[in-house]
């Protein structure tokens, strides 16, 4: 996993609140066994039209947001089914972090698995950033040490995280083989239990 | 003296193995459920590690979201049946438990888990599958979690969970007649959002819930992460401990009667608090009919469509007006007035015994109606045989219905079972989100009583009046 500490990027927003993860990445594309590859059917249906075309309308397509890293959205994001697929979608499509006024608890989880940092923002906050980035290329700067997001434009803001989502993300850290450290625990609370 | 605690804590506690300061807990798991889609990446993960599965005993898996519902054997879908192929294989390879496709206790991995007793009061219970939440009609601490933490298990048994605040939602006096613990659980998301329960552990409490037969708990249990909690639960009683006796893995005999002692002792402390309360009226709930793109816009059968302009804030008027334009309504139009032409009963909502015999009862001596396409998917193979010892596929072909083997089907369409763009379903399920059960597809949650009411009428009707209208004619 890829450690993250202080992500610029282009911010592209998705003004909608509850999207959930059946919009993120539909069920047909639930079949593959691999973790990599899911990109390309990032918000598919949004995305496209019936006969693979795209569609015009959705904001995504616009070539003005290629290449954006961060994305924006509005409350309850990553609500619904807990398919892992959903963060992998975003992150192989190449967004890093994601920033929302609140995440359903398991796509927050997801994302802490994947690297992928869950920015939690007031409601205004999160509206200011939205018309920064429907208007113009926009780019914010996130740094994790310091839990602070910024622009050069004057905005900036805080945010909360707990210690321990920190720390694996700072160190792009796997937690099996923390887990797998303090086996004798496990191992202690088994023989206790039987 | 100890500060009461409520169930949640109580069985939150006994699962702690290691705790420590600025870290979540690490938490003992009982039972892993294990299915098709999204335990591949989690394999593949412990073999490239050169790990193992750390305790197969407590691990079981079975194949449902992808199965097809007729002509089992013939998997149309190459990948379908690469992913199938796959999870036969990770079982072999690790020792685990598997309920393949032909096997007499095959089905939804939420509907077998309660019928073999697997899903026992007091137990930590997770699944890479967001409905686990429907195992905490037990008493137990169940919720849905990713691909990772579905390796994390399996590698360790254990997982990192921070703990959750805890809310009680109090039902008080009873379900009229005709009113379903769907419609329960409807109204409350209707009423308070899809959102109230993010962060929390729901427990279900009140006259009402206590009335609830195991079946209707489940129900009601199973859409909680609706609500955005990743569980729900509902203390034993002795209705959950008649329900257990028996089963293939509960204890029995003396050791039966052990167990159930446990069982009672786990009921929250006299005093004992939540971080949140919300108390409902039973007596105030009518029979429920989505009409949105989420399980929170959902109305009472006898109401209107809402008119956007009539909400608050101007991000929720363009909610409104995108789920309207999805679903093809008009604001005002009346519920009633919606005409559906599927219709599917099944899910690991609303695919269980109880579930087929109240549709049954509906639709006996009564025809679907020209136009509409209507399945039956038992749950479980265990379903499926019980309802054919009773009858009612019978009840369900002679009225029109397609009657199927068991599986997740129509829920979210990744088999063949779909609704085609622009198709509308009257659908038992727990989800009403663009494309879930096809692409294009609309979907109406009710329960199984409306579902089998619309698909006689062909339109939404109140199955309160509808059935009184059977018992008359």
Redesign the interface.
């Known amino acids: 996993m890829q450690p993250i500490r202080i992500h610029k990027g282009l911010v592209y927003p998705l003004n909608r609140a509850n999207i959930d993860t059946d919009q993120i990445i539909p069920k047909q594309f639930l079949k593959r066994i691999e973790r990599q590859g899911f990109g390309q059917f990032l918000f598919y249906h949004w995305r496209f039209k019936d006969d693979g075309s795209l569609r015009e309308d959705f904001n995504l397509n616009d070539p003005k947001f290629k290449g954006a890293s961060i994305l924006v959205a509005g409350e309850n994001f990553g609500c619904g089914s807990s398919r892992e697929h959903a963060p992998w979608a975003l992150q192989d499509y190449g967004f890093n972090i994601v920033i929302a006024p609140s995440f359903a608890d398991i796509f927050k989880n997801n994302c802490v698995k994947n690297g992928i940092l869950s920015v939690q923002l007031t409601d205004e906050q999160v509206q200011e950033i939205v018309n920064r980035a429907e208007q113009d290329s926009y780019q914010l700067t996130v740094n994790l040490e310091e839990q602070r997001i910024y622009d050069n434009q004057g905005f900036e803001a805080s945010f909360d995280i707990s210690p321990y989502s920190k720390e694996m993300l700072l160190n792009g850290w796997d937690d099996i083989a923390i887990t797998l450290n303090i086996e004798d625990k496990i191992r202690e609370f088994e023989t206790a239990q039987h | 003296m100890q500060k009461p605690k409520n169930i949640i804590e109580k069985i939150w506690e006994k699962h702690v193995?290691?705790r420590e300061d600025?870290?979540?807990d690490?938490l003992?798991i009982d039972l892993h459920l294990v299915h098709e889609?999204?335990s591949?990446?989690a394999f593949?993960g412990l073999r490239m590690?050169s790990?193992k599965v750390?305790r197969p005993d407590l691990t079981f898996a079975t194949m449902d979201?992808?199965v097809p519902t007729r002509e089992r054997h013939i998997i149309k879908?190459l990948?379908?049946k690469?992913?199938m192929d796959?999870l036969k294989q990770n079982c072999s390879d690790f020792g685990i438990t598997l309920a393949d496709i032909d096997h007499p206790e095959n089905g939804i991995v939420h509907v077998i888990g309660p019928e073999l007793g697997l899903t026992q009061p007091g137990k930590t219970i997770v699944c890479?599958?967001?409905h686990t939440s429907t195992h905490g009609a037990f008493g137990a601490l169940a919720f849905?979690?990713?691909?990772?933490?579905v390796?994390?298990v399996l590698?360790?048994?254990?997982l990192?969970q921070?703990r959750p605040k805890t809310l009680n939602v109090k039902v008080n006096g009873q379900l009229g007649k005709g009113v379903a613990a769907k419609d329960l659980i409807l109204a409350i998301i209707g009423k308070y959002g899809?959102?109230f329960g993010?962060?929390f552990v729901i427990e279900f409490t009140g006259e009402a819930i206590r009335g609830l037969s195991m079946e209707e708990r489940m129900t009601v249990c199973n859409m909680s992460?609706e609500a955005?909690a990743?569980a729900g639960l509902i203390t034993p009683d002795e209705t959950t401990i008649e329900y257990l006796r028996g089963r293939r893995f509960v204890p029995q005999g003396e050791e039966f009667e052990k167990a159930a002692d446990s069982w009672r002792a786990l009921a929250s402390d006299q005093g004992a608090s939540y971080d949140a309360v919300i108390e409902i009226e039973a007596e105030e709930i009518a029979p429920q009919v989505t009409w949105g793109t989420?399980p929170g816009m959902c109305l009472p059968v006898t109401s209107f469509v809402p008119n956007p302009e009539s909400a608050a804030k101007e991000?929720e008027k363009?909610?409104i007006r995108?789920a309207l334009e999805y679903m093809g309504l008009e604001a005002g139009q009346p519920i009633s007035s919606i005409e559906i032409d599927h219709v599917f009963i099944g899910s690991c909502t609303n695919s269980r015994i109880s579930d087929l015999r109240n549709a049954a009862e509906v639709i006996q001596g009564r025809k679907v109606h020209p136009g509409v396409r209507a399945l039956v998917v038992p749950g479980s193979a265990s379903v499926k045989a019980e309802a054919e010892k009773e009858g009612l596929d019978v009840i369900f072909k002679e009225a029109g219905f397609e009657w199927r083997d068991a599986g997740c089907s129509m829920c979210?369409?990744?088999n063949d079972d779909f609704v085609p763009?622009g198709g509308r379903c009257a659908s038992t399920s727990n989800?009403n989100?663009?494309?879930?059960q096809g692409?294009?597809a609309r979907t109406h949650l009710v329960s199984p009583e409306m579902a089998a009411a619309a698909a006689i009428e062909g339109r939404f009707t109140d199955v309160r009046q509808f059935s009184q209208a059977v018992l008359n004619s």
């Open positions: 193995v290691h600025g870290k979540p690490l003992y889609v999204t591949p990446q593949e590690n790990r750390r979201h992808n879908d990948i379908s690469t992913q796959t890479g599958d967001s849905g979690i990713g691909t990772s933490e390796e994390h590698a360790t048994q254990t990192w921070a899809v959102r993010t962060g992460i955005g990743r989420n991000s363009d909610e995108r979210l369409a990744m763009p989800r989100f663009e494309g879930r692409n294009g």
